[in-house]
């Protein structure tokens, strides 16, 4: 992992432990979120628009086996569906963004592997998706800033379980439904310090491989 980024997230959970330092840690959250954006952002100028459907690693074992455009679309629905269908139980971004993305499917993607991936990310609208994912992250950090220590020990349920699976947001399928329990298993800290933290660590830098890997070819 990133060094950086890495002692970043490692502040920033032990910060919200703490409610003394709760409002520090949500400043560190801001600022790796700010850096990781900046990274996505940085690809988006440096690479061919082709790029971002490639899979230079397609049999390794890890988060690089996947493509950029993949990549973004995962972290920034997950974030979504977690921070407005679960947490504040409203309309997802997704709904103003889905015509002008042109995705075939609404879930997360984790029913997807290999071809199936590329072909995903190949009829994505790689601006309208970065403009999801711009949105997305604003939203998301309206609801962090307006969040009390108290807060984060809020849980979730089977109410919450049922809702999700009713949005059909998250795929049937083995190795996407698990998705939902394990959202609901967290309480909102435990959220924070992955879906809006640490997930985005792992594929930007699984975005970071993949674009190292093309460079190689």
Same mark, same amino acid.
């Given at each position: ?87 504040? +139980? $409203? ?10 993305? =042109?995705?075939?499917?609404? @879930?997360? *993607?984790? %029913? ?24 997305? +992250? $604003? ?10 220590? =108290?807060?984060?020990?809020? @849980?979730? *349920?089977? %109410? ?58």
């Amino acid at each position: 992992m990133n060094q950086e980024w890495a002692g970043l997230n490692k502040t920033l959970q032990a910060q919200l432990k703490k409610e003394a330092t709760f409002s520090a840690g949500i400043d560190t959250l801001l600022h790796l979120r700010q850096e990781l954006m900046e990274t996505l952002f940085a690809m988006k100028r440096e690479l061919r628009r082709e790029d971002f459907d490639a899979m230079p690693f397609p049999n390794v074992n890890g988060y690089h086996n996947k493509t950029i455009a993949y990549s973004i679309w995962h972290v920034f629905r997950i974030e979504d569906i977690v921070a407005h269908s679960l947490i504040q +139980r $409203e309309p997802e971004v997704f709904r103003a963004f889905r015509e002008r993305i =042109g995705a075939p499917i609404i @879930t997360t *993607g984790n %029913e997807l592997a290999g071809r199936q991936i590329v072909e995903f990310s190949r009829a994505l609208d790689l601006d309208a998706l970065y403009a999801y994912a711009g949105a997305v +992250r $604003e939203s998301t950090e309206a609801l962090l800033r307006g969040l009390s220590y =108290g807060e984060l020990a809020r @849980t979730f *349920g089977d %109410e919450d379980r049922e809702r999700l699976k009713e949005l059909q947001v998250v795929s049937p399928e083995e190795n996407a439904c698990w998705l939902v329990d394990y959202w609901c298993g967290k309480n909102l800290r435990g959220l924070i310090q992955m879906p809006f933290s640490r997930h985005w660590i792992m594929h930007v830098e699984a975005s970071l491989r993949i674009r190292n890997g093309l460079r190689l070819k």
